[in-house]
């Protein structure tokens, strides 16, 4: 069953298998069409420093080059950052990588945020921001190399080496924010927006 009342799908301008669920479990037809773009660059010539502005960028960035492939569709562009303090963080190269991102983020509260836009006709339509704040534990070198040998190459797909619905939930005493933020995609705000749209049934 779909409450996406558009006759084409909704564009998933990601190869996030989790943000796709997402959409998917909320009963909106969706295809994953990722962007080929080169995300480390736009962000330097952008000379934007805040997280939050970046990935509402890099999220805009993503949706635009996709609706300019596909006319008259509704694309959703997705991103997410990770900050501790001033220090912002990418997806670590390999496990080494994100065994020592772990041992900098190990006792420290850091943010996600998780950016959303929907683009159409190359028309900005939509853009948000929401924010999570992750406290992780003190977590030993023992501790720290045993999760990453459980959790095995799943630590590179991620900024911050963990995935919260995974084994990563081991690593955290505090979580303040929204489930779906956590996850990369804002998605009542997102809800909120297509149903005023009138694009959803429900």
């Known amino acids: 069953m779909t409450v996406w009342r558009e006759r084409q799908s909704l564009i998933l301008a990601s190869q996030s298998a ?118 992780m534990r003190a977590l030993t070198g023992s501790e720290i190399a045993a999760y990453v040998d459980e959790a095995g190459d799943a630590v590179t797909a991620s900024v911050g080496a963990y995935q919260l619905e995974r084994t990563g939930v081991h690593l955290f005493d505090r979580i303040e924010g929204d489930h779906f933020t956590i996850l990369g995609l804002p998605l009542l705000p997102l809800l909120a927006f297509l149903r005023s749209r009138n694009l959803l049934a429900v």
């Open 18 to 135: 989790v943000r796709k669920s997402l959409l998917a479990n909320a009963g909106i037809a969706v295809e994953t069409i990722p962007a080929d773009i080169d995300e480390r660059a736009i962000q330097q010539n952008s000379g934007l420093k805040d997280p939050g502005e970046i990935a509402a960028l890099l999220a805009c960035e993503k949706a635009t080059f996709i609706s300019a492939k596909y006319p008259d569709r509704y694309v959703v562009g997705a991103d997410q950052t990770l900050a501790l303090g001033d220090q912002l963080f990418s997806k670590p190269a390999d496990r080494a990588a994100a065994a020592a991102q772990i041992t900098t983020l190990s006792g420290q509260t850091h943010a996600l945020h998780s950016a959303v836009s929907v683009v159409k006709d190359g028309v900005t339509l939509f853009s948000h921001v929401s924010v999570a704040r992750m406290t």
